[in-house]
């Protein structure tokens, strides 16, 4: 059983910077790709970026190209997204997930396992 935990967010100005982390439990963490979504009030679930496993290949929705960075700390069972250059869109609660397989699927349909989500609040 493979559970995901959260943390980070919160609020912050335009142009700042938050890191969320995803720490996971259960499974062989290294094997496994990691895909962080996003949701905002009424609207769809979205792939923001993820990453997959062994090589780490990073990949990334147009919106946060150049602003967002996934990294993997197989160590400690963590994914890191690092959001800088924050603007009032991204404002969402963001989720990190898992299907177990080796490549970020882009859809959530494709994910079984989720964390608890957090949000993310870009305002002045």
């Known amino acids: 059983q493979v559970q995901l935990i959260q943390s980070g967010g919160g609020l912050q100005q335009p142009g700042g910077s938050l890191r969320l982390s995803c720490t996971a439990t259960g499974g062989t963490f290294s094997g496994y790709a990691i895909g962080w979504f996003r949701q905002a009030p009424g609207k769809e679930r979205e792939f923001v970026t993820g990453i997959s496993a062994n090589s780490g290949r990073t990949y990334y929705d147009e919106s946060v190209k150049g602003r967002f960075t996934i990294s993997r700390d197989n160590a400690k069972n963590t994914v890191y997204l690092q959001m800088n250059s924050l603007k009032p869109e991204d404002t969402a609660v963001y989720y990190c997930?898992?299907?177990?397989?080796?490549?970020?699927?882009?859809?959530?349909?494709?994910?079984?396992?989720w964390g608890q989500g957090t949000q993310v609040t870009v305002s002045s």
């Open positions: 997930a898992t299907d177990l397989g080796g490549m970020p699927s882009l859809s959530y349909y494709d994910y079984h396992y």
